[in-house]
């Protein structure tokens, strides 16, 4: 997809549609009082407060009519330009554009106007000649937006709309738009069952059905298997510590507005914890260590609770009750390079086996004259980055160097990944962080018998099992894995009067095999079943009638494909194991 906001001419045309859109909401609510139109990478929107008046997806329609009459009496845009007294006086019955014009630099004396028609809007500009040139345009969405961003605030309505300078291009979009909802995991994990939000519970906490807790045990299993073999040990800890415990990882002072409130028991003072990195000081601590138990490596699939605003959470992707593939690792200062090498070759290792390609590295570091954010020691810092860069460099992979993105207490690297809708997220981590250790008094004793401080790694290989299930949904559009796929096998007899015996014969052998498999019983015709096992997206269809029956054979059909092959119930189940054990994509079966 074009980014209009690179794109000058598509930028223009698509801020003179939030005018033209402004205008006819104007023609159709006179009480319309109007925000801010901005273009965005897709289009534009505008936020409009209607005075308790709620736009409804099914009245976008009406406005685009009204659009269109508007841009067809193809009015010449008008600019103008008056001082900023004048346009206080201009729009003295409008709060948002009084608030837009005080919060103008005060070097902008000269402010200006575009009028097309009846209409006149507060604009920098440019816009384009006349409201003819807007004829390729379309209205997606109406949502609540808070004004300025601020829960505080009033809600006002936020109408996303594109344009285009062709038919065509619009189309192709709106094709792309469609395609995106299909691939949105929110859709495939309704569809598939995979997990459900309640009111009840709550907004952000999604509840993984089991469907959906299939996929993350075998998530689960998977990266334990690999942490463990890389010398990680797994811990439990509780997913509350008291405001102490905070106050003493500077979270308290420093993460307090991502967290949910305290609450008081006894005499203690919990918060759900929003990181698991103070528990994870704490275990380090609980023992004496030297620099020859140096890295020791604490895991723990850990539940998280963080205060995401209710506008961004959004399925699994951004939630508020989340579980992290977490680790700390502690090293010493020469230790860093190695550690983190492996860190990323985990992370390239995990992407390989998903057949993830399309994700990208960051690399964040520190804005050297920020002296203020960023802790003062140059030395440490240069060292730190400069290994950060090193290891990348050795292992040949591209990234993106964020200077003044850093943490104040180290360098990262996170590994972006573009969902379906909406923009980029973090999926791994890796963050170096020189000063909790420091905080939390941690030491080993180093080979001279001096007592040094640890260096920690904080990392996330999946980032949240809740996240990483949402961006595999998206990229797979639901047809998992084999190895990950909730239900493996769909038995499908024939006649069930027939081949029902068969099927379940075959249900047990492949049941003992460690496969998930389901035996499709009901009477329903065979063209039925099949259609539902697709969509159901399960991997593998098997038809069992009269010839597979008396020959012993199986027929199966792998999701997507056209094609039937018909094997030894013994080659079958061969088969299928090592499809599952050496976790085949689907496009290399
Ligand atoms: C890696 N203390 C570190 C940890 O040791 C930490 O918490 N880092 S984090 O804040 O970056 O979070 C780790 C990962 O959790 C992120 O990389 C991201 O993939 C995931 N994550 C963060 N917020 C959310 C959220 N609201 N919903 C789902 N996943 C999230
Ligand atoms: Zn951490």
């Keep these: 997809m074009i980014n209009m906001k690179e794109n000058e001419k598509l930028s223009i045309l698509n801020h003179s549609c939030a005018h033209l859109l402004a205008q006819a909401v104007k023609h159709l609510y006179p009480q319309a009082k109007f925000w801010v139109g901005p273009v965005i990478e897709d289009g534009f929107y505008y936020d409009i407060d209607l005075d308790g008046e709620v736009i409804k997806e099914e009245d976008l329609a009406v406005i685009e009519k009204e659009m269109?009459?508007?841009?067809?009496?193809?009015?010449?845009?008008?600019?103008?330009?008056?001082?900023?007294?004048?346009?206080?006086?201009?729009?003295?019955?409008?709060?948002?554009?009084?608030?837009?014009?005080?919060?103008?630099?005060?070097?902008?004396?000269?402010?200006?106007?575009?009028?097309?028609?009846?209409?006149?809007?507060?604009?920098?500009?440019?816009?384009?000649?006349?409201?003819?040139?807007?004829?390729?345009?379309?209205?997606?969405?109406?949502?609540?937006?808070?004004?300025?961003?601020?829960?505080?605030?009033?809600?006002?309505?936020?109408?996303?709309?594109?344009?285009?300078?062709?038919?065509?291009?619009?189309?192709?979009?709106?094709?792309?738009?469609?395609?995106?909802?299909?691939?949105?995991?929110?859709?495939?994990?309704?569809?598939?069952d995979i997990f459900m939000s309640h009111d009840l519970v709550g907004k952000g906490m999604p509840l993984w059905l089991p469907n959906g807790a299939l996929i993350r045990k075998q998530l689960e299993n998977y990266i334990y298997e690999k942490e463990r073999k890389l010398g990680y040990h797994h811990v439990y800890t509780p997913c509350v510590g008291t405001v102490d415990l905070y106050k003493t990882s500077g979270h308290w002072d420093h993460y307090k507005e991502n967290m949910f409130p305290s609450m008081k028991v006894d005499e203690e003072e919990f918060v759900l914890r929003p990181m698991n990195c103070p528990h994870h000081m704490l275990v380090y601590g609980n023992s004496l260590h030297s620099y020859r138990d140096l890295p020791i490596r604490i895991g723990e699939f850990a539940t998280d609770f963080r205060y995401e605003a209710s506008g961004a959470v959004k399925g699994l992707e951004r939630v508020r009750c989340m579980c992290q593939n977490d680790a700390h690792l502690f090293v010493t200062p020469e230790q860093i390079g190695e550690e983190f090498k492996k860190v990323v070759s985990l992370i390239l290792d995990v992407y390989h086996d998903f057949g993830l390609e399309n994700y990208s590295f960051r690399l964040s570091l520190r804005d050297k004259e920020d002296k203020e954010k960023y802790f003062d020691d140059d030395k440490m810092w240069d060292e730190a980055e400069n290994k950060l860069r090193e290891v990348l460099n050795e292992l040949g992979v591209d990234y993106f160097e964020a200077v003044g993105e850093a943490a104040f207490y180290g360098p990262k690297l996170d590994v972006e990944v573009k969902p379906a809708v909406g923009p980029e997220v973090t999926l791994s981590t890796c963050q170096l962080d020189f000063l909790l250790p420091r905080r939390f008094d941690l030491s080993y004793i180093d080979k001279d018998g001096s007592r040094q401080v640890p260096v920690v790694l904080h990392r996330a290989i999946f980032g949240t099992f809740d996240r990483f299930t949402a961006f595999i949904l998206e990229e797979t559009k639901g047809s998992l894995p084999s190895w990950l796929a909730p239900v493996q096998v769909n038995v499908i007899p024939v006649n069930n009067e027939y081949h029902l015996d068969y099927a379940s014969e075959i249900k047990e052998l492949l049941e003992n095999e460690g496969i998930r498999v389901e035996v499709d019983g009901r009477n329903e015709k065979l063209g039925y079943k099949m259609r539902e096992s697709t969509i159901r997206k399960i991997p593998f269809s098997l038809i069992l009638g009269n010839s597979e029956r008396d020959n012993q054979t199986i027929s199966y059909r792998i999701y997507g494909r056209e094609e039937t092959t018909t094997v030894s119930k013994e080659e079958f189940i061969k088969y299928i194991k090592e499809v599952v054990d050496t976790k085949k994509l689907n496009r290399d079966l």
């Design 68 to 192: 269109k009459k508007c841009a067809k009496d193809g009015k010449r845009i008008i600019r103008e330009e008056i001082s900023k007294k004048d346009a206080l006086e201009k729009f003295k019955d409008d709060p948002y554009k009084i608030d837009l014009i005080n919060r103008m630099d005060e070097s902008e004396t000269i402010i200006s106007c575009y009028t097309q028609g009846d209409f006149t809007d507060l604009c920098r500009g440019p816009h384009v000649e006349t409201t003819k040139e807007l004829k390729h345009f379309k209205l997606l969405k109406v949502s609540g937006a808070y004004w300025k961003g601020d829960a505080k605030n009033k809600m006002l309505q936020r109408i996303y709309g594109v344009c285009y300078e062709n038919e065509e291009d619009l189309e192709e979009h709106l094709k792309l738009i469609e395609e995106a909802k299909q691939r949105d995991h929110r859709k495939i994990g309704k569809d598939l």
